[in-house]
């Protein structure tokens, strides 16, 4: 069994390695790139009107009031599901893990990678929007699976390739959302919080020890339960509830958060110049990435700062795609610009935050790379502790313990959205298939609170990351489409030009009838 395991485990390195060093982070900055080139730098040309229409318009009843639909959700249910799903634990550990192997240069490679990352994610919304479709219940259903199979296998040639791909896809979807989606958050959250918070009568009682001497007590058994019982009277309530849900917990800890951070670094004010010039140091030079693994190439500082910021805010794993789908917006490209600001959100403000407070707190040494801890979520904990701490009572290592949990929770929620969609593609539209997807789902989350062994979310975040390779060879071939909507966006939305004819929806029905509506209530 042993030898089993470990070929099971040698072959999952192999591909992990190819999918998120050797192929898939360059990969998703090439396209990025590509995209950021054929809609002219939009999100620096068009900054002031993107953040105009989504943060800026958050007092409009149409983008944050509720819908009586059942085929949609609000403009803003819609990001805070999403940021529900990318907002999680690689905000704060993987921030720090990143900054602990690839040295500060790592946090300029993440912001890189964000910039670039906005115009994919921007892209996969629109063509998200474009190819949606209504299933036999009246919702929305959206993502790369549609626009593969009706976009890229529309062209000539292509259709099988398309159809390949959109299956590839989901299947890929299924199995990310079982493990990174799933067990792997909600280890994250039992393993924190029973730290944290411990109760030395139910951690004392242990239920087993694994061979490489991890142990389950009945402390985490009792958590994924708890857990287990939360999460499934929210996924079984359908999408509906999981935007309810994430429209009221991710505004309120994201906020929490961020000002927790912006304590700490306001108070070590004086090291953020500092902190700064270790990260665009350490960005260039190779000698100034230290890095807890000594000897860094400026090569593996790029791959290890792109690598956490793209696992951060998934731009370009078409997954978010399936949730934005489920917008009340008729145009792609509303939709679109909270696809930006979302990647914005993620990785610039609160990937951000977590940088300074690491590296402005002292728990990392800037000239040798020496930390407090070993440990990347603990880093985040010991830093927030040189403020937060009363005594011997570590208010801080709890309030990472809480964040890690809110923000594990709410990734937990989203995913179930993204799986639940792919399986309805893979079945055909059947209730059943959705349903039988749920409850394993629900249950799976209980074997993330007792499993010792990390094997099963190493192998979904291979499959996490084999998601891109059909979704961007769909956002690349499907390019000029996106320029073609984002052209016409701008001549009718930003330069006035009621002459222009919309391009809505890849139905030629539906497109129809969304311009007319457009035309004559100006609804968008």
Request: proline share 2%; aromatic share 10%; hydrophobic share 50%.
């Amino acid at each position: 069994m042993n030898s089993f395991l470990d070929t099971i485990t040698s072959i999952n390195d192999t591909l992990n390695t190819i999918v998120w060093s050797r192929l898939g982070v360059w990969l998703l900055i090439a396209v990025g790139v590509i995209m950021t080139c054929v809609t002219g730098f939009f999100q620096v040309t068009h900054i002031g009107h993107w953040l105009k229409k989504t943060i800026g318009s958050l007092g409009d009843n149409k983008v944050k009031g509720h819908t009586g639909e059942k085929a949609s959700i609000s403009q803003f249910q819609a990001l805070c599901t999403a940021l529900a799903a990318t907002v999680g634990v690689g905000n704060i550990a993987g921030v720090a893990a990143a900054i602990m192997t690839g040295g500060p240069g790592a946090v300029f490679w993440m912001w890189v990678a964000a910039f670039f990352g906005m115009m994919t994610n921007y892209s996969e919304n629109i063509l998200g929007i474009y190819f949606r479709r209504k299933n036999k219940q009246g919702e929305w259903s959206g993502g790369a699976m549609y626009y593969l199979q009706d976009g890229l296998g529309s062209k000539k040639g292509m259709k099988t390739v398309g159809k390949v791909l959109a299956v590839a896809f989901s299947v890929f979807a299924v199995f990310a959302s079982f493990g990174i989606g799933n067990m792997g958050q909600i280890n994250k959250i039992v393993v924190n919080f029973t730290t944290a918070f411990n109760i030395r009568p139910l951690s004392d009682v242990i239920l087993y020890t694994s061979e490489d001497g991890a142990s389950v007590n009945l402390y985490m058994l009792i958590m994924g339960i708890v857990l287990m019982i939360l999460i499934g009277l929210i996924v079984i309530g359908g999408l509906q509830r999981i935007a309810r849900v994430a429209e009221t917990i991710v505004p309120f800890m994201v906020v929490a958060f961020v000002l927790g951070s912006l304590v700490i670094i306001l108070k070590n004010a004086a090291h953020i110049g500092s902190a700064f010039s270790a990260i665009f140091g350490g960005a260039f030079t190779a000698k100034a990435a230290w890095g807890a693994a000594g000897g860094l190439t400026v090569k593996q500082v790029i791959t290890m700062g792109c690598k956490r910021g793209v696992f951060s805010n998934e731009a370009g794993l078409g997954s978010s795609v399936m949730v934005h789908s489920n917008s009340n917006v008729i145009e792609p490209v509303k939709q679109g610009l909270w696809g930006i600001f979302e990647v914005f959100a993620d990785t610039f403000i609160v990937c951000t935050m977590t940088a300074l407070t690491v590296l402005t707190s002292g728990v990392i040494d800037l000239n040798t790379g020496i930390a407090v801890t070993d440990s990347d979520s603990t880093l985040v904990a010991e830093a927030f502790n040189t403020v937060f701490k009363i005594g011997d009572f570590e208010l801080g290592r709890c309030f990472i313990a809480l964040a890690i949990l809110l923000f594990a929770f709410t990734t937990v929620l989203g995913w179930s959205h993204y799986g639940s969609k792919a399986v309805e593609y893979l079945a055909g539209d059947h209730t059943g298939a959705v349903k039988v997807y749920k409850v394993i789902f629900v249950i799976m989350t209980l074997s993330g609170a007792v499993l010792t062994s990390s094997l099963a979310w190493d192998i979904s975040d291979t499959f996490n990351g084999m998601m891109m390779i059909p979704n961007l060879i769909g956002v690349v071939f499907l390019s000029p489409l996106v320029m073609k909507i984002t052209k016409s966006y701008i001549e009718r939305r930003i330069r006035n030009n009621k002459d222009a004819e919309p391009v809505l929806s890849f139905f030629p029905e539906l497109n129809a009838e969304n311009a007319k509506r457009i035309k004559e209530t100006g609804d968008d």
